[in-house]
């Protein structure tokens, strides 16, 4: 029996929900794709909403990962730890995209939920992927919690962003036509 035997419904669930959370994210977009955007818009929207994508995507990804039938945790924990050093880098570039669109000015809430939160998350994917070898049952609840803190993170930045467009944009468009 690997270390991975008992994680499978885990996986299923926290994977289903965030394949499933892409899905809306799409049609969220595609909603208020109507409403004009300006340039610091779209600077915005690859600073705010692309993040949530991402993660929503890395869940999926690491759930697919581990719920697969392997031999043994090797192979997987090399690749989680790559999902981890990948998330850290993405993390630096999503810092950048915040500090360079003009659409909107971060407060602290932003900054933790699009950058401290994340890239917590990744670098326990990446240290644990180091720890899994001698400790794999503890590395696997590591990984788990890093998990779900970036499937929480991207349904409260989903949120944040919807709320963002209907209830500040739609009525400052409508503000200004009126």
């Known amino acids: 029996m690997t ?4 994680w499978e419904n885990f996986y299923v669930i926290v994977g289903s929900s965030a394949g499933a959370l892409i899905g809306l994210q799409f049609v969220v977009i595609t909603l208020i794709a109507e409403i004009p955007l300006s340039r610091a818009d779209a600077q915005a929207g690859s600073a705010f909403a692309t993040p949530s ?3 929503f995507a890395v869940v999926l990804f690491l759930s697919a990962l581990i719920a697969a039938p392997w031999e043994d945790i090797g192979v997987v924990e090399k690749l989680w730890g790559l999902v981890g050093v990948g998330g850290v880098v993405y ?4 810092v950048r995209r ?3 669109q003009h659409a909107y000015k971060p407060v602290f809430e932003d900054w933790l939920f699009h950058v401290l ?3 917590v998350s990744y670098a326990l994917l990446a240290s644990s992927a180091y720890e899994a070898s001698s400790y794999p049952r503890f590395a696997l609840f590591i990984v788990a919690a890093a998990v779900l803190v970036l499937l929480f993170v991207g349904i409260h930045n989903a949120w ?3 709320t963002y467009h209907v209830f500040v944009r739609r009525k400052t468009k409508k503000d200004k036509r009126g």
């Open 53 to 55: 994508v991402v993660h």
């Open 98 to 100: 915040l500090r360079t």
């Open 3 to 6: 270390p991975l035997h008992g």
């Open 117 to 119: 939160l994340p890239f």
């Open 160 to 162: 944040d962003a919807v």
């Open 91 to 94: 993390t630096a570039v999503v």
